[in-house]
């Protein structure tokens, strides 16, 4: 029996340049914790209402029969390079190897990003000439947005626009990433500073996912409870 969508998250409508493809890749990442799984695309549609996706994805057999009846966030790519994920419920099908994903549209899109990005407050450490504590503004897969606690702090840090720094960065109350990291930009009035990581360990790249679709998914929800 197929399950019902989860009514609990507001819809964010996929626009034409960003429905996925057929046979482009899918990342899957069960809510309740464990590795992420990767696959295919192999079927995707939406209701007439335009509410509901539904995509089949084809992994190998192990993972399928892993994420079987667990729900996961699904990371696919847009044909335009646009980000989207859906969160649903991973059923297994009569084909080995393939799940079918049903969810409401969707629990993120990003236009002209790759991976989805949250707002997101974490203590943080950015390690640049001395070490100075701070807390992330936005987070992604891909880079982050931090504030330190003063002026002082950001010049003490002497971080200019494509320096090597490290941040470290509190992702939950048991985990902890530490990452290699560009600087992108300084903004010295706003004490702040954006980075681009570099060569992040897929590990670690899951678990700042994790946190990221987490906040997004819990936005989503309590956006819902108040206008509901």
């Known amino acids: 029996m197929r399950h019902a969508a989860s009514p609990r998250l507001a819809s964010v409508f996929v626009t034409p340049d960003q429905v996925p493809p057929v046979g482009g890749p899918v990342r899957l990442l069960p809510i309740s914790g464990g590795p992420e799984q990767r696959g295919t695309l192999s079927d995707w549609s939406t209701s007439p209402a335009g509410l509901v996706a539904t995509a089949v994805v084809t992994l190998d057999d192990d993972a399928a029969a892993t994420l079987a009846d667990q729900p996961v966030w699904a990371h696919l790519q847009g044909a335009g390079g646009a980000a989207v994920v859906l969160e649903a419920l991973a059923e297994g099908t009569a084909v080995d190897g393939e799940l079918l994903l049903t969810g409401v549209l969707a629990l993120a899109t990003e236009q002209q990003r790759a991976e989805p990005r949250a707002d997101i407050a974490r203590r943080a450490q950015l ?45 939950d109350a048991h985990e902890t990433v530490t990452a290699a990291a560009r600087v992108v930009r300084v903004d010295a009035e706003r004490s702040e500073v954006a980075l681009s990581f570099i060569d992040l360990s897929e590990a670690d790249a899951t678990r700042i996912e994790r946190a990221v679709l987490g906040q997004i998914s819990s936005d989503r929800e309590q956006a819902g409870a108040t206008s509901a």
């Open 127 to 171: 390690r640049g000439r001395v070490a100075a504590a701070a807390r992330t503004i936005d987070l992604s897969r891909t880079g982050a947005r931090v504030v330190l606690a003063t002026d002082a702090a950001l010049a003490n840090l002497g971080a200019a626009a494509d320096d090597q720094v490290e941040l470290v960065v509190e992702v």
